[in-house]
């Protein structure tokens, strides 16, 4: 599914424009990015969880020329799905 496909979907279920169903959903993946730089912690109860988690600069390899680069440290948005999600995934 889409971010496209979402609005639509909120715009039909829900009975309205399908400017009003983006502007919803806008939102709420903008709240989504705000909490997560901020560094914190998105719950969602039986579907999952979000999180940034920090990674220490390193040494790579470059696969195209086999070279050695370096690494900056980062930090990156993870995904934990929750025990409901898993079970609605595999049919129990």
């Known amino acids: 599914m889409t971010k496209s496909d979402l609005i639509e979907e909120l715009s039909v ?33 039986g579907f999952g969880s979000f999180v940034v988690r920090k990674y220490e ?14 690494v900056k440290p980062k930090k990156l948005p993870f995904f934990k799905a929750g025990k409901e999600l898993k079970k609605k995934v595999n049919g129990r």
């Open 13 to 45: 279920k829900k009975e309205m424009t399908e400017k009003q169903a983006m502007d919803i959903v806008n939102l709420i993946f903008d709240g989504f990015t705000d909490t997560l730089k901020k560094g914190g912690r998105i719950e969602i109860r």
């Open 57 to 70: 600069a390193y040494t790579g390899r470059n696969p195209k020329i086999g070279k050695s680069v370096d």
